[in-house]
């Protein structure tokens, strides 16, 4: 099981760190992501990292300002992000892929998910 944590309300332009926490070795040698929805929209594709942590992908609109990592030793993958904006507003899933063959983007190539931390970000 996943469990998501870190959110909470921020000012623009203020950061947070987002933890995912595997309650056993769910991360390692699988890809992990991180996936945002806000309210009346659909879930969207925010970062993804490699099995490796070699490779990590993010969505054009928080390039720059988003990090994703991993810890596997301790069974964690981290959001760190910065200069956070209005439209970061949502509710944050992380997930974990096992199949080793996807784009990582889509949230139907996921396996299983963490049940979400809000982040609200006032203007």
């Known amino acids: 099981q996943l469990q998501a944590s870190g959110g909470g309300l921020v000012q623009a332009g203020g950061s947070l760190r987002l933890s995912c926490v595997a309650s056993r070795r769910a991360f390692s040698g699988n890809a992990v992501g991180w996936f945002r929805q806000a309210p009346g929209k659909e879930r969207e594709f925010v970062a993804a990292i490699s099995w490796s942590g070699g490779s990590t992908y993010y969505t054009d609109s928080v390039k720059g300002r988003f990090t994703i990592s991993r810890e596997d030793v301790e069974n964690k993958v981290y959001l760190q992000m910065n200069s956070l904006k209005p439209e970061d507003t949502a509710v944050y899933y992380c997930?974990?892929?096992?199949?080793?063959?996807?784009?990582?983007?889509?949230?139907?190539?996921?396996?299983?998910w963490g049940q979400g931390t809000l982040v609200t970000v006032s203007s």
């Open positions: 997930a974990v892929e096992e199949d080793g063959v996807a784009t990582l983007r889509l949230p139907l190539e996921y396996d299983y």
